[in-house]
């Protein structure tokens, strides 16, 4: 009679905790099946659970192999020809950490492990093993077959000691910390007591609702540790994250361990900045549960959106850049590519802005205060990086080598972000560093008891990664940037090294396994770094490790000014990295030497292209060091190349024009519209018959068809009016002002500076207002109303810039108290402006301004994301408004302003060059202090006269109005108007980030998609 078994089959979210998480290759889906043995001999296995059916699970019945019992470990070898590899079968009595033992020793000996089966007898382990070589064969050699039979049993036999002895040991000595089953308990203790979690682990999390509200419930309770009869929105919100990070952990698992099995190149993402914005909704859309969540929720009481609004931005970043590293992240991810990103996990961000009587004021971004869900800490992943000491030489092998001796060292320890793609099973990953105090300093001050000193060093280890851009005002600003930037970058790159060399011995194979992307100039002392690795640690000659160096780099640059590039003064890299200055000075000396040969004694040119820059103050030029080094040197958008190649670096072009390439920045489709903008998400598949859009955006060119219907057009001008609700709501929530929806929404939102000109924008506020003012009140009933909208933060120390967000608010204030004005025109200034906010304004956007003098614009990523939502723009043709023209046509856009080709000649022109009467009466009132505040806006109007408006905005002014007043004429027309706002989202498909990644891989990477199988 079979004996009656009861098993539930949990499912456990992290394969970190796993006893066989450092398995080798095998079936990513079902590694192990595991079998459990009946009274009557018989065996039950498991299947395996499906993702989303709820059906109780079913065991089936096979046949027991016979193996021996009177022998502790005994392993026996099977080559039958109807197997496809060898069959190792090793009976052993079980302990904690056995398994993993085993697959180590299979790893060590080069072996892959294929499948793999586990049957329990009682205090006994039964384990089937089909094992492969390194060719993928059978191991048919009887001698092999006994030294494996030989290594397995020691390995078995020895306590688990493939490699060292027990504790806690470093795999290849490189910062991956490995502790070993069992710690702390006595080899008699080690029975079998956990080893039922296999058949624990061989199901995927459901999605049903059931299972989705008892995963919310679980962490509510025991993660967040709430009752789950009573809690709030936010720990709905916790319980909610945990939950989705689960999923989130399964894909990311499956696709690294599948990532290591079939090794492609790698392309590993540096950038300082990452500005995530919210991770729930994107993730959940990502993983295509958004509606089943917002089921479960419902039946718990919640709203989704309502849960979903408790997370804070991620403040990782500042700007365009910090967003489109996000983006391509995500496109990464989406795309299959085998993918990491690196950056720091700074502890405050960005800085919370705060508007006191018009004023902005500066306070930390507490965004790490309540825990972040998303973030996975790798206590066991930790590096140490050095800074300052001295350089010796020591003599090895008959070589003179360099030694660095530092004089402080701290430690980098990671926080893993999983990034879900759409569409796909991967899930790639985003590295965070976080500083912390050198254990071993840590240690000697306590126990010599120096207190103060231990807390001292603590918290200057943890300033490195505590801020986003310290200010570098002074010199120690300028070295903790210097220190953050190669705190950064050394623990990325010795991560790198050692992935690389789990599965790799020869460094000339790192250019077809690694690619290494720079972002800007800020990590590329990258290039240094694995200079001084390549030489100094791994001993290779000066030649073999350029020639490897120069073929692992790419890097793009956002900089439109010469002097605007990043430099570090030779004094400050020579006392925090005294070795790195050695090894600049090398390069430099080489690549100079190969210079003169090649242009002959040009001194000017050969001083312009030098990495090191001579002058009052000795310096490195980055910039010129990344495109020494890099194979490919990136602009952003046409536009950008164009005057990279014909101003910036002129030099470099005319030497290396093949190294040159532009790749238009992008945003994704799946944050800016999926998540932001759900009614026109859906309204958009409706008229495409088809959600493919979301992954092939070249499909939105389909709405060009349908342009014309005028139900596509009731429903478009529906989706406007109702996110212009929203929006409108949020104003008034915020600053109590009451708006019309009838009125055109005018958005100008992104980081405020003279050369973005939202101080064109005020003054063309001013005009508008001075104009409605002095109307008859007929004619006011002709007047288009606007709500004007700008939003944006000044750096802390850009005092221009924070009298511009002054001036917003007094004008503001004068405007929307104005009794003659009324709905006519309103002005709103939203406070602390970041993704979030972003999510809001753009879909409730009718027009957008982006108005950057020409030539100063690399590429303007926020003017995509408007126009995948069809919002109209008002725009200079700078940056990649230009390639928008091309796709959306001249007629659906509003153009003023001087041409990039004619600004240096304007600028030679000086204070001849004469302003409209219009521009000198606005600007004549602010410096009367209609708007108060007259002294206080004295130096600002004083940028705009007497030759010193370098950013022209006197000169474009009467083009601007004109721009405006043709938007007005259109805006009457709604007809006309929605028919520009589709034609704007159908041509928005060449500026996803999707487009902008394929053509990095093809011609820049070499890499090639990696999809994690289903």
């Given at each position: 009679?079979?004996?009656?078994?009861?098993?539930?089959?949990?499912?456990?979210?992290?394969?970190?905790?796993?006893?066989?998480?450092?398995?080798?290759?095998c079936?990513?889906?079902?590694?192990?099946?595991?079998?459990?043995?009946?009274?009557?001999?018989?065996?039950?296995?498991?299947?395996?659970?499906?993702?989303d059916?709820?059906?109780?699970?079913?065991?089936?019945?096979?046949?027991?192999?016979?193996?021996?019992?009177?022998?502790?470990?005994?392993?026996?070898?099977?080559?039958?020809?109807?197997?496809?590899s060898?069959?190792?079968?090793?009976?052993?009595?079980?302990?904690i950490?056995?398994?993993?033992?085993?697959?180590?020793?299979?790893?060590?000996?080069?072996?892959?492990?294929e499948?793999?089966t586990?049957?329990?007898e009682?205090?006994?382990?039964?384990?089937?093993?089909?094992?492969?070589?390194?060719?993928?064969?059978?191991?048919?050699?009887?001698?092999?077959?006994?030294?494996?039979k030989?290594a397995?049993?020691?390995?078995?036999?020895?306590?688990?000691?493939?490699?060292?002895?027990?504790?806690?040991?470093?795999?290849?000595?490189?910062?991956?910390?490995?502790?070993?089953?069992?710690?702390?308990?006595?080899?008699?203790?080690?029975?079998?007591k956990?080893?039922?979690m296999?058949?624990?682990?061989?199901?995927?999390?459901?999605?049903?609702?059931f299972?989705?509200?008892?995963?919310?419930?679980?962490?509510v309770?025991?993660?967040?540790?709430?009752?789950?009869?009573?809690?709030?929105?936010?720990?709905?919100?916790?319980?909610?994250?945990?939950?989705?990070?689960d999923?989130?952990?399964?894909?990311?698992?499956d696709?690294?361990?599948?990532?290591k099995k079939?090794?492609?190149?790698?392309?590993?993402?540096?950038?300082?900045?990452?500005?995530?914005?919210?991770?729930?909704?994107?993730?959940?859309?990502?993983?295509?549960?958004?509606?089943?969540?917002?089921?479960?929720?419902?039946?718990?009481?919640?709203?989704f959106?309502?849960?979903?609004e408790?997370?804070?931005?991620?403040?990782?970043?500042?700007?365009?850049?910090?967003?489109l590293?996000?983006?391509?992240?995500?496109?990464?991810?989406?795309?299959?590519?085998?993918?990491?990103?690196?950056?720091?996990?700074y502890q405050?961000?960005?800085?919370?802005?705060?508007?006191?009587?018009?004023f902005?004021?500066?306070?930390?971004?507490?965004?790490?205060?309540?825990?972040?869900?998303?973030?996975?800490?790798?206590?066991?992943?930790?590096?140490?990086?050095?800074?300052?000491?001295?350089?010796?030489?020591?003599?090895?092998?008959?070589?003179?080598?360099?030694?660095?001796?530092p004089g402080?060292?701290?430690?980098?320890?990671?926080y893993?972000?999983?990034i879900?793609?759409?569409?796909?099973?991967?899930?790639?990953?985003l590295?965070?560093?976080?500083?912390?105090?050198s254990?071993?300093?840590?240690?000697?001050?306590?126990?010599?008891?120096?207190?103060?000193?231990?807390?001292?060093?603590?918290?200057?280890?943890?300033?490195?990664?505590?801020?986003?851009?310290?200010?570098?005002?002074?010199?120690?600003?300028?070295e903790?940037?210097?220190?953050q930037?190669?705190?950064?970058v050394?623990?990325?790159?010795?991560d790198?090294?050692?992935?690389?060399?789990?599965?790799?011995?020869?460094?000339?194979?790192?250019?077809?396994?690694?690619?290494?992307?720079i972002n800007?100039?800020?990590?590329?002392?990258?290039?240094?770094e694995?200079?001084?690795?390549?030489?100094?640690?791994?001993?290779?000659?000066?030649?073999?490790?350029?020639?490897?160096?120069?073929?692992?780099?790419?890097?793009?640059?956002?900089?439109?000014?010469?002097e605007?590039?990043?430099?570090?003064?030779?004094?400050l890299?020579?006392?925090?990295?005294?070795?790195?200055?050695?090894?600049?000075?090398?390069?430099?000396?080489?690549?100079?030497?190969?210079l003169?040969s090649?242009?002959?004694?040009?001194?000017?040119?050969?001083?312009?292209?030098?990495?090191?820059?001579?002058?009052?103050?000795?310096?490195?030029r980055?910039?010129n060091?990344?495109?020494?080094?890099?194979?490919?040197?990136?602009?952003?958008?046409?536009?950008?190349?164009?005057?990279?190649?014909?101003?910036?670096f002129?030099?470099?072009?005319?030497?290396?024009?093949?190294?040159f390439?532009?790749?238009?920045?992008?945003?994704?489709q799946?944050?800016?519209?999926?998540?932001?903008?759900?009614?026109?998400?859906?309204?958009i598949?409706?008229?495409?018959?088809?959600e493919?859009?979301i992954?092939?955006?070249?499909?939105?060119?389909?709405?060009?068809?349908?342009?014309?219907?005028?139900?596509?057009?009731?429903?478009?001008?529906?989706?406007?009016?109702?996110?212009?609700?929203?929006?409108?709501?949020?104003?008034?929530?915020l600053?109590?002002?009451?708006?019309?929806?009838?009125?055109?929404?005018?958005?100008?939102?992104?980081?405020?500076?003279?050369?973005?000109?939202?101080?064109?924008?005020?003054?063309?506020i001013?005009?508008?207002?001075?104009?409605?003012?002095?109307?008859?009140?007929?004619?006011?009933?002709?007047?288009?109303?606007?709500?004007?909208?700008?939003?944006?933060?000044?750096?802390?120390?850009?005092?221009?810039?924070?009298?511009?967000?002054?001036l917003?608010?007094?004008?503001?204030?004068?405007i929307?108290n104005?009794?003659?004005?009324g709905?006519?025109?309103?002005?709103?200034?939203?406070?602390d402006?970041?993704v979030s906010?972003?999510?809001?304004?753009?879909?409730?956007?009718?027009?957008?301004?982006?108005?950057?003098?020409?030539?100063h614009?690399?590429?303007?990523?926020?003017?995509?994301?408007?126009?995948?939502?069809?919002?109209?723009?008002?725009?200079?043709?700078?940056?990649?408004?230009?390639?928008?023209?091309?796709?959306?046509?001249?007629?659906n856009?509003?153009?003023?302003?001087?041409?990039?080709?004619?600004?240096?000649?304007?600028?030679?022109?000086?204070?001849?060059?004469?302003?409209?009467?219009?521009?000198?009466?606005?600007?004549r009132?602010?410096r009367?202090?209609?708007?108060?505040?007259?002294?206080?806006?004295?130096?600002?109007?004083?940028?705009?006269?007497?030759?010193k408006?370098?950013?022209?905005?006197?000169?474009?002014?009467?083009?601007?109005?004109?721009?405006?007043?043709?938007?007005?004429?259109?805006?009457?027309?709604?007809e006309?108007?929605?028919?520009?706002?589709?034609?704007?989202?159908?041509?928005?498909?060449?500026?996803?980030?999707?487009?902008?990644?394929?053509?990095?891989?093809?011609?820049?990477?070499?890499?090639?998609?990696?999809?994690?199988?289903?």
């Amino acid at each position: 009679m079979s004996a009656a078994i009861s098993v539930s089959f949990l499912t456990t979210p992290s394969l970190q905790q796993r006893p066989f998480s450092l398995l080798p290759p095998c079936n990513l889906r079902s590694p192990f099946s595991v079998r459990f043995r009946t009274s009557n001999g018989r065996h039950l296995i498991p299947p395996r659970a499906s993702n989303d059916n709820n059906e109780p699970q079913q065991l089936t019945e096979t046949t027991p192999s016979a193996v021996p019992s009177n022998s502790s470990t005994m392993i026996t070898v099977q080559n039958e020809d109807s197997l496809d590899s060898t069959l190792f079968l090793i009976r052993a009595r079980n302990r904690i950490g056995l398994l993993q033992v085993i697959t180590r020793a299979f790893k060590i000996l080069g072996l892959t492990i294929e499948r793999a089966t586990v049957e329990l007898e009682g205090e006994y382990f039964v384990k089937s093993f089909f094992v492969t070589d390194s060719d993928g064969k059978k191991v048919e050699d009887t001698e092999s077959l006994e030294r494996i039979k030989e290594a397995l049993v020691d390995a078995i036999d020895g306590d688990g000691s493939v490699s060292g002895s027990g504790g806690v040991g470093l795999v290849s000595g490189r910062g991956v910390v490995v502790r070993k089953a069992g710690l702390g308990m006595e080899s008699g203790e080690r029975k079998a007591k956990v080893e039922k979690m296999f058949g624990f682990m061989d199901a995927f999390l459901k999605n049903d609702s059931f299972s989705l509200q008892k995963d919310i419930l679980d962490h509510v309770e025991y993660t967040v540790a709430r009752s789950r009869f009573i809690f709030d929105d936010f720990e709905a919100y916790q319980g909610l994250s945990y939950s989705v990070r689960d999923r989130l952990i399964e894909r990311w698992h499956d696709t690294h361990r599948y990532f290591k099995k079939k090794d492609p190149k790698r392309l590993y993402f540096l950038s300082l900045e990452f500005l995530m914005g919210r991770s729930l909704s994107n993730s959940v859309i990502n993983l295509g549960i958004r509606d089943q969540y917002a089921d479960a929720l419902n039946q718990l009481g919640f709203e989704f959106e309502v849960v979903a609004e408790q997370e804070g931005d991620a403040a990782l970043g500042n700007g365009g850049l910090a967003r489109l590293c996000a983006c391509q992240m995500d496109s990464l991810a989406t795309l299959d590519y085998p993918a990491w990103g690196y950056g720091l996990r700074y502890q405050y961000g960005l800085f919370r802005q705060i508007i006191l009587d018009g004023f902005q004021l500066e306070e930390p971004d507490y965004w790490l205060n309540f825990g972040n869900p998303w973030e996975i800490e790798r206590v066991h992943v930790s590096y140490p990086v050095k800074f300052y000491g001295t350089v010796e030489e020591e003599g090895i092998q008959g070589q003179t080598i360099k030694v660095w001796i530092p004089g402080e060292t701290v430690e980098a320890v990671a926080y893993d972000n999983p990034i879900p793609g759409y569409g796909t099973r991967n899930a790639i990953n985003l590295r965070l560093w976080a500083a912390k105090p050198s254990d071993q300093y840590d240690m000697e001050s306590y126990n010599t008891g120096d207190y103060i000193n231990a807390i001292m060093d603590r918290q200057k280890a943890e300033t490195i990664s505590n801020v986003l851009y310290p200010d570098d005002r002074s010199y120690q600003g300028k070295e903790l940037r210097l220190k953050q930037h190669y705190f950064f970058v050394s623990a990325s790159l010795q991560d790198i090294i050692r992935r690389f060399r789990d599965d790799h011995n020869n460094f000339d194979e790192f250019p077809e396994k690694v690619a290494l992307q720079i972002n800007d100039t800020h990590p590329s002392l990258a290039i240094a770094e694995v200079m001084r690795v390549l030489v100094d640690e791994e001993h290779l000659d000066w030649s073999r490790a350029w020639d490897i160096t120069s073929r692992v780099f790419s890097f793009t640059t956002h900089t439109v000014h010469a002097e605007a590039l990043e430099k570090i003064p030779v004094d400050l890299l020579g006392n925090l990295l005294p070795r790195h200055l050695q090894i600049i000075y090398e390069i430099n000396y080489k690549f100079m030497e190969e210079l003169k040969s090649m242009i002959g004694q040009d001194y000017d040119r050969l001083s312009r292209m030098s990495i090191v820059e001579e002058g009052a103050v000795k310096s490195i030029r980055m910039a010129n060091l990344s495109i020494v080094c890099c194979q490919i040197v990136n602009g952003v958008s046409k536009v950008h190349l164009d005057l990279l190649k014909e101003r910036v670096f002129k030099d470099f072009y005319e030497l290396w024009p093949q190294k040159f390439q532009y790749k238009t920045n992008g945003v994704t489709q799946r944050r800016w519209v999926v998540v932001s903008n759900p009614n026109l998400s859906s309204l958009i598949s409706k008229w495409l018959g088809t959600e493919s859009w979301i992954r092939n955006v070249d499909l939105l060119a389909g709405l060009r068809q349908h342009v014309s219907d005028p139900d596509l057009q009731r429903e478009w001008k529906m989706v406007k009016k109702v996110n212009k609700a929203r929006l409108a709501e949020y104003i008034e929530t915020l600053s109590g002002i009451k708006v019309s929806l009838d009125a055109m929404f005018d958005v100008q939102i992104k980081r405020i500076h003279e050369y973005k000109r939202q101080l064109l924008n005020i003054l063309g506020i001013i005009h508008r207002y001075d104009c409605i003012k002095n109307m008859e009140t007929s004619d006011r009933r002709k007047v288009v109303p606007r709500v004007c909208i700008i939003g944006g933060k000044a750096a802390p120390g850009y005092d221009i810039a924070k009298k511009i967000i002054k001036l917003c608010h007094v004008v503001a204030e004068k405007i929307n108290n104005d009794a003659d004005i009324g709905d006519l025109l309103k002005l709103v200034f939203i406070p602390d402006y970041n993704v979030s906010v972003a999510e809001l304004v753009i879909p409730g956007s009718d027009l957008s301004q982006h108005l950057s003098t020409a030539g100063h614009e690399a590429s303007g990523t926020g003017s995509m994301k408007f126009l995948m939502n069809g919002c109209l723009l008002l725009a200079t043709a700078d940056g990649a408004i230009v390639e928008i023209m091309e796709e959306v046509g001249a007629d659906n856009m509003f153009l003023f302003g001087a041409k990039v080709n004619e600004v240096p000649a304007l600028h030679e022109k000086g204070a001849s060059l004469k302003a409209p009467l219009q521009f000198l009466r606005v600007v004549r009132m602010v410096r009367d202090g209609y708007f108060g505040f007259k002294d206080y806006f004295k130096s600002l109007c004083d940028t705009l006269e007497d030759g010193k408006d370098f950013y022209l905005l006197g000169y474009d002014f009467a083009s601007y109005l004109e721009a405006q007043a043709a938007a007005d004429r259109t805006f009457v027309d709604p007809e006309k108007w929605i028919h520009m706002s589709i034609l704007s989202t159908a041509g928005s498909g060449k500026f996803s980030s999707d487009k902008t990644i394929e053509e990095y891989a093809k011609h820049t990477w070499g890499i090639e998609p990696c999809k994690c199988p289903f």
